[in-house]
Every structure is written in structure tokens, then in C-alpha cells.
């Protein structure tokens, strides 16, 4: 079936730096979603994108999909404590499949 | 949207033994799910939870293992049949409540076999 191959699994930044996680895809993707996990949390759903080259934003994060629909990338702009947690690419079917996530840490 | 009450939150359970994990959804449903997380990972899909049906196991997951039951839309259970150490992880429920792609999870339920 469909993976997903996401990068990088770890990030530890400086609060107030930016941060970006990367899914990519050697097929093409119907659509892709992405998801929050706290530490010690259940995944919480972001958001989901569907169009060819498709942006859209969430306050300080900022979701792409790619002109040709075979990678994503989720951006957080002057990262905040609050934004710590694992973030996921999740491709949706009849199924999610999820990606290994990227474990975001934030120093204050 | 929905809600999803699961149970236990947490267990430690002896080897050999089994557990089952319920999960409650406010809603009825017909895409219910169940995962598996060990320490450090994703989520890996165990089976999808059938209505009416047997569930349908991802490949590595089989039924003797982990059975499934689904008496109605609103309710489901797994157990964790003749546990070993290698079963210590963290289950999920998951529900997508119809005409939408969302999907909602239970709180999961942290398992600990010694």
C-alpha cells in the first residue's frame, strides 16, 4: 500500500525559531492529512489538503501540498512551548496510514 | 464530531493473561478503528472494527491475537489475548464520523505486561 516517508524525525529548536517538517511520496497522493500529538496525548487532527499546490494556513502554521501531490510540508513560524508534540502526516482512504512523525521540542 | 470514551486508561497485566479495552463513541459510526503505538512510534492500524461483521486485520495482526467485537455503531472492544512483554504499548480507538475525513481518537489505553 501507500507510504509516506516523513522527515526529520527529530527537531529541537530555540523558542521563537521556525520549524518544518517534510512528507514525501514516491506516488501520488488523493490527499494528505496532518495531526497533533501531545506528549502522553491521542492524535489531534490539523487539517486536510486535497488540491494540487494547495496552501492554507493556521494562525502560525502553514500546510503545502505539492504541485505534482507526492510530498507535504507542515511550517510553524516562531515556534512557542505550546507547539511541542509529535506532528504527522497521515494519508486517508478507506484507512489512515500514518507516517513515523516528527518529534518537535522547544527550548524557552 | 465525536466523542470517544475509552477504558482502562491504563493497566499493568500479568504474562499469559488477557485484557480488554472498550471504547464508548457518543455517536453512531460506521468507520471504527484500532491502533497500536509502542514507545517511540507511530501509530501502526491494527484492524478495522466491522459492524456486524468480522474485523478486517492489517497484515501482522490476526484475530486470535486480538479479537475484535462490534456489537452496534456506537461500541467496540479489543482484547489482548495471551499477553507477552512485547505487547506493552499503547491502544487506540478511532472513529470517522460519517460525510466527514476527520478522524477523533479515545484517550488510549496504556498497557504494561510483566
Known amino acids: ?108 | 464530531s465525536a466523542v470517544i470514551s475509552q477504558k482502562p486508561s491504563r493497566d499493568i497485566c500479568q504474562r499469559g493473561t488477557s485484557l480488554t479495552i472498550q471504547c464508548q463513541v457518543d455517536s453512531q459510526v460506521t468507520m471504527m478503528f484500532w491502533y497500536r503505538q509502542q514507545p517511540g512510534q507511530s501509530l501502526t492500524l491494527i484492524a478495522t472494527a466491522n459492524q456486524g461483521s468480522e474485523a478486517t486485520y492489517e497484515s501482522g495482526f490476526v484475530i486470535d491475537k486480538f479479537p475484535i467485537s462490534r456489537p452496534n455503531l456506537t461500541f467496540s472492544t479489543l482484547t489482548v489475548s495471551n499477553m507477552s512483554p512485547e505487547d506493552s504499548s499503547i491502544y487506540l480507538c478511532s472513529v470517522i464520523p460519517g460525510g466527514g475525513t476527520e478522524a477523533f481518537f479515545g484517550q488510549g489505553t496504556r498497557l504494561t505486561v510483566v
Not at chain 1, 488523493?30 to 491521542?42: A, E, F, T, V
Open chain 1, 1 to 108: 500500500g501507500q507510504q509516506v516517508m516523513q522527515i526529520p524525525q527529530y527537531q529541537h529548536v530555540q523558542e521563537g525559531e521556525d520549524f518544518t517538517t517534510y512528507c514525501n511520496s514516491s506516488t501520488t497522493l488523493s490527499n494528505i492529512q496532518w495531526y497533533k500529538q501531545r506528549p502522553g496525548g491521542h492524535p489531534v487532527f490539523l487539517i486536510q489538503l486535497v488540491k494540487s499546490g494547495e496552501v492554507k494556513k493556521q494562525k502560525r502554521l502553514t500546510f503545502q501540498f505539492g504541485e505534482a501531490k507526492k510530498n507535504s510540508s507542515l511550517h510553524i513560524t516562531a515556534t512557542q512551548t505550546t507547539d511541542v508534540g509529535t506532528y504527522v502526516c497521515v494519508l486517508y482512504g478507506n484507512k489512515l496510514v500514518f507516517g513515523a512523525g516528527t518529534i518537535l521540542r522547544v527550548k524557552s
